[in-house]
């Protein structure tokens, strides 16, 4: 009962609403497109917060969850995320330590750094089963009209070639940008 009460508490919040809302049609036409899973993650504190998620029935298995939280070095939402955050950020995560969730995971600092610079160039983050055995992901930024990145959004799916959907969801992110208004708070 206390959860779904602090659930509903938390979808009466007005900082999240409008982008959960204005990112949802993108979203389900991603999802449609890929047939995987579809997430949308912001930043909260030095975690990667899933505020909305579209699930694709027999895709790989994930560990994330609506409300739930991934590691910013594991994940390609997070990833994002961390790499578009300021040094201070990447400090406090390395500090923290790079935990290792599968063999694939970047526990390294300095190839963390160069993943995050890599992404800022590309526009994109591609995860190999970093955060789970069989799951690969790609995600990009969703910006605020004022060019701040205000969220992730990702595919994550079975298939090693998911890469390659990386157009697709760098163009979802520039859609979710086109309805974002200038009023909405990340």
Do not use: Y
Request: hydrophobic share 50%; aromatic share 2%.
């Amino acid at each position: 009962m206390i959860g779904l009460r602090l659930w509903e508490l938390g979808t009466l919040n007005p900082r999240g609403l409008p982008l959960r809302v204005r990112a949802m049609p993108v979203m389900e036409d991603l999802h449609a497109a890929t047939r995987q899973h579809v997430q949308l993650a912001v930043l909260d504190g030095t975690d990667a917060l899933v505020v909305e998620r579209i699930s694709a029935a027999g895709a790989v298995r994930v560990v994330s969850q609506i409300g739930g939280r991934l590691p910013l070095h594991a994940s390609a939402a997070g990833q994002v995320l961390l790499a578009h955050a300021g040094e201070e950020l990447f400090t406090e995560v390395t500090r923290r330590g790079l935990a290792r969730f599968t063999p694939a995971t970047l526990t390294d600092p300095a190839t963390l750094r160069l993943t995050l610079a890599e992404c800022r160039r590309t526009g994109v983050a591609v995860v190999h089963e970093e955060m789970s055995p069989g799951a690969f992901s790609v995600a990009a930024p969703v910006t605020d009209p004022k060019g701040r990145v205000v969220a992730a959004v990702s595919v994550v799916s079975v298939d090693a070639r998911t890469h390659l959907l990386a157009p697709a969801v760098v163009l979802a992110g520039r859609g979710i940008l086109r309805g974002l208004g200038s009023d909405t708070a990340p």
